[in-house]
């Protein structure tokens, strides 16, 4: 099966979550990108990756969120070296979510330790089966968001609702479906 990340993310929006969480896709408020940021109905972020490749998810490694921002220098210094980070900023559990077939233990030598790791696989017409082959482990110093930030995030799913909409409005699929 062919597999797209919107396609992922949707069934994990509609069954792996199930409708329990406020999920926007494609959402940088915790500073970086994350496919899936979702809110548990305890005020806490998981973040959820999903790749479709494994170029993908190497590719990962690299991403701003896993590193600490260098330290200013003065001209003339030598660039200090960058620090790895154990969890994302604002994240209290990061999660991989692949497709089966690409899944080997050794695509996360060297990963980030604490993330889960979530496999899809196609059950049937319609039908994927999600499964945990690693759990996501806390980080204990992340703080829960308070009802302020939980609005914001709110605030960007609404958001995406309407440009949703709008992109429908513009293809015209209305038409096309009503006939």
Known sequence: MKWSERQIAGYLARITFQRKHLIVPNCNWTGNECDLLVVTPNLRIIDVEIKISR???????????????????????????????????????????????????????GMAPVSGVLLIRDAGPGVFHISCVRKSRPNRDAEKIDAEDAIDIARLAGLRMWDAYAEVDRLGWREKVAA
């Open 55 to 109: 170029a993908d998810l190497r590719a990962d490694a690299a991403k701003d969120k896993w590193w600490h921002p260098r330290p200013w220098r003065r001209h003339g210094e030598p660039q200090p070296q960058r620090t790895p980070r154990v969890w994302p900023p604002r994240v209290w559990k990061h999660f991989y979510c692949l497709p089966k077939e690409i899944w080997t233990p050794e695509l996360f030598v």
